[in-house]
């Protein structure tokens, strides 16, 4: 093959290496528009995977790395003038301007024909005198912008300020120092890459950084290689204490705004991106180098494995773009969380650091407990003395008080439809389905969605409270829980709006009834979706009804017994489609503001809380965005909080979208929980309430991660529960807890041991464990040998 690489960063020298070594008949050329020995930055980590894929394809250069190699295992976060130490982790790190060197050397050994100081031809032409043109240049490529058109990329530039800098201090560890200034939380990022020096990240809020002066450079050009020696006079001087008397050092230092480089397709042809020309994820959870050269390891292989081209890149992009997604769904969670990193300076400092640590939600707190014991037991005394509570039990397994109502662990049911009621009538289903759900040892189950009327319903199979039949038989199911169980059980109330009248999930979820059995309304007459039937606005008086039939099945609610009500301000149903700029038009007193969209959800708040037992609370569940452009976002979830809070909710249920068809919503592992995060923060914690989390929690690990880090104070899980009704007893046992908080039910406690599924009788050999615990050094730091001291007369 004839091979052209536009960029001679590590990645397109790492590729151009292994190729050259699969057939040394490849012909590869290298256009590099700098000098051999410029680079930008200081040092690059690896992790330990990546570390094997290389040694595995390059021996070489996996010695000749490993040489250079910094080694460490800890992480110090510097929070309130004290340090806070992990271990375990696994770092190694070393010099770019090393790595650039020996990747060019081992390039030009294998007869890799490399342009330095020199730009690439027109990309057309080298796709037509080439077989495969690889697009390695950088976040800002010359060739993805060429064909944008095809490659579709998106720019996401995020508001923190930044600037790569580098140190003489030789650090001993990953550092993180979290600086309170006059003008609000700075942080570094810092880490060591040899014997004589340390990467130093100095970023912060822009707001942060506008205070402090930083912007006095703002409109300046500084030409490439210079830097902004203004500002690395003020870092020094606010960071004095930190660098100890060390120098800060300079390489093309200016400020940067991090942008997050996405792609909807990454080949063309025979054009390909590779590294951050088709994706970067945020410094924050690691290299750009490190993608990038997991990249050329892919794409040599593909090419290798596949009989041309178009197969080979198509293979390529399948096989990396799980991967750098998954990336970038932990880098966008942790660039979030420094951006948000004034929302939680005020946590202890032990539940701060862990915090920090789990930010991305990659490492847990079992992950942590495996990795650094002694720092997870102080994580959950930590957690306990907060509560008020002795430690001991795993956090889900502290109780609760929500309002009035004990809570024995913080697990809830989430409320799930399960559309098999007859005329709104809860039947021997509801029963067993509830029924199990609290026997399997949730401190909280939730009701699907009853409907306040018969056109509130969304589909024929919909649960209702607005006749005595159902109250009866709702009354069935609830003393089933309070009598066989000591779990609570809660009503959640709500109207379907314009998502009403449709078929039963399992027929076509969202999917119109075909006769229209019921008249659907809306705040506007704007359909759910394009398939959607359209709803009529509803007016004024029949806004009243609906009021009406909300109090009156809030009525029945506690007449039945339920111990909390929630009310469905989520998912696109009425209240939410309200609250929702998407969905509401109006042009009236309940149109147009966020005030005036808050003003009916909480006239029907205000007229259920009158009417529900005031030793009882009452939640509200809210859709925290609409996922889609225009309609509510985060910011407008917390305003949409506090108001509710201020008419006396004692808890945020926090989910989102579902307000309308054209959502583009993030999923992933807690995609949701960033939302509980900030509401907690910024609303919950000041008044005392309740904040729970929902969406793709799935274990207990999960749970156990969220509630330490202080990001909500339940957690409510769905599917899980469908797929194991026990799940919450079954984590108890995982996690060798007995208590209160778990109680089997008399019936199944023959059960409560895990039945055996391997051999167990298997003993290692006393003095195999007693090596195994002295090689296992949890806290491994980097001490490079120092030149003695020279006494001076």
């Known amino acids: 093959m004839k091979i052209a690489v536009v960029g001679g960063g590590p990645g397109g020298l790492y590729l151009a290496a292994l190729m050259k070594q699969l057939d040394p008949g490849h012909e590869i050329t290298v256009w590099e528009r700098n000098a051999p020995t410029d680079t930008f930055g200081f040092g690059v980590v690896f992790s330990d995977e990546t570390l094997g894929g290389i040694e595995n394809a390059d021996t070489r250069i996996a010695d000749a790395m490993s040489t250079q190699f910094a080694r460490w295992t800890d992480i110090d976060i510097h929070v309130d003038g004290k340090r806070y130490t992990v271990g375990g982790q696994g770092f190694a790190a070393m010099s770019r301007k090393e790595l650039l060197s020996l990747l060019q050397s081992r ?8 342009h330095f100081s020199t730009l690439a031809p027109n990309v057309e032409d080298l796709r037509l005198t080439h077989d495969l043109v690889v697009a390695s240049d950088g976040a800002n490529s010359q060739v993805r912008s060429s064909y944008a058109d095809i490659f579709r990329p998106s720019l996401d530039q ?15 560890a990953f550092q993180f120092y979290v600086k309170q200034t006059d003008w609000g939380t700075m942080q570094i990022h810092g880490y060591p890459y040899s014997d004589s020096g340390s990467t130093f990240i100095v970023e912060m ?14 409109g300046d050009e500084f030409p490439p290689g210079t830097s902004d020696e203004f500002a690395i006079a003020r870092i020094r001087e606010i960071f004095a204490e930190e660098l100890d008397g060390h120098e800060v050092l300079a390489n093309n230092s200016k400020w940067l705004s991090f942008t997050t480089v996405r792609n909807e397709c990454w080949h063309d042809a025979n054009v390909v991106l590779l590294g951050d020309a088709a994706h970067t994820a945020h410094f924050s959870i690691g290299s750009g180098t490190k993608l990038a050269m997991e990249d050329a390891l892919a794409l040599a292989a593909c090419l290798h494995e596949n009989p041309d081209v178009e197969s080979a890149l198509t293979a390529y992009e399948e096989e990396r773009r799980p991967v750098v997604e998954s990336t970038q769904r932990a880098a966008q969670a942790s660039l979030e969380w420094f951006e948000n990193i004034g929302l939680y300076i005020h946590q202890e400092a032990v539940q701060f650091c862990f915090n920090l640590l789990t930010r991305s939600r990659r490492i847990t707190y079992d992950n942590l407990r495996t990795r650094d014991e002694e720092f997870a037991v102080g994580v959950d005394a930590a957690f306990a003395a907060q509560q008020g509570l002795p430690a001991g039990p795993p956090a889900m397994f502290q109780p609760y008080r929500l309002g009035g109502l004990e809570l024995k662990n913080r697990i809830i049911v989430s409320p799930m439809d399960m559309y098999s009621a007859v005329d709104g009538v809860p039947g021997d289903f509801h029963l067993v389905h509830l029924g199990s759900k609290a026997l399997g040892g949730a401190g909280l189950v939730m009701t699907e969605m009853v409907c306040v ?7 024929p199979g919909c649960t209702g409270l607005w006749n005595d039949e159902q109250r009866e038989s709702w009354s069935a199911v609830v003393r089933f829980v309070h009598e066989r169980s000591t779990a609570r059980i809660g009503l959640q109330l709500g109207h379907s709006g314009r998502k009403g009248s449709t078929k039963l999930m399992w027929q076509g979820m969202d999917d119109p009834l ?3 059995n019921w008249t ?3 705040p506007s007459p704007l359909p759910y979706g394009a398939d959607s039937r359209v709803p009529r606005e509803i007016t004024r008086p029949e806004m009243e009804q609906v009021i009406d039939d909300f109090v009156t099945a809030a009525r029945r609610g506690a007449e039945v017994g339920f111990d909390l009500l929630e009310l469905h301000c989520a998912h696109g149903y009425l209240l939410s489609s309200f609250l929702s700029p998407v969905a509401n038009h109006r042009t009236d007193e309940y149109g147009g503001s966020l005030e005036n969209r808050l003003r009916f959800p909480l006239e029907v708040f205000d007229a259920v809380r009158a009417v529900w037992p005031a030793e009882r609370p009452m939640l509200v569940r809210l859709s925290a965005t609409d996922w889609t452009p225009d309609g509510n976002t985060e910011h407008d979830a917390v305003e949409i909080a506090r108001a509710f809070v201020a008419h006396g909710a004692n808890g945020i249920d926090v989910s989102s979208g579902q307000v309308t068809k054209a959502e583009k919503p993030a999923y992933g592992r807690s995609y949701q929980t960033p939302f509980a995060d900030r509401i907690r923060h910024e609303v919950a914690a000041r008044a005392d309430v309740a904040v729970i989390a929902v969406g793709a929690i799935s274990s207990y690990d999960d749970v156990n991660s969220i509630l330490l880090a202080g990001r909500a104070d339940l957690c409510a899980l769905g599917r899980t529960h469908l797929y194991n009704p026990q799940w919450t007893l079954h984590a108890a046992v995982d996690q060798e807890y007995r208590g209160a908080a778990a109680e089997w039910p008399l019936q199944f406690k023959a059960g409560r041991r895990k039945p055996p599924s391997s051999r167990t009788d298997a003993v290692r050999p006393r003095l195999s464990l007693l090596r195994d615990e002295q090689d296992n050094d949890v806290h491994l730091r980097w001490q490079p040998a120092r030149p003695a001291s020279v006494a001076v007369s």
Not at 210 to 215: Q, T, V, W
Request: with cysteine.
């Open 514 to 516: 075909p006769d229209g």
């Open 107 to 114: 390039c030009l050994e294998l007869g890799v024909e490399i």
């Open 453 to 459: 009327s018969p056109e509130g319903r969304i589909t």
């Open 158 to 172: 995020r508001r923190n300020k930044y600037m790569w800098l580098g140190t003489d201090l030789v650090f001993e």
């Open 205 to 218: 809020h822009e707001d942060v950084w506008r205070r402090a002066g930083f912007d006095a450079t703002e």
């Open 520 to 522: 659907i309304v809306g």
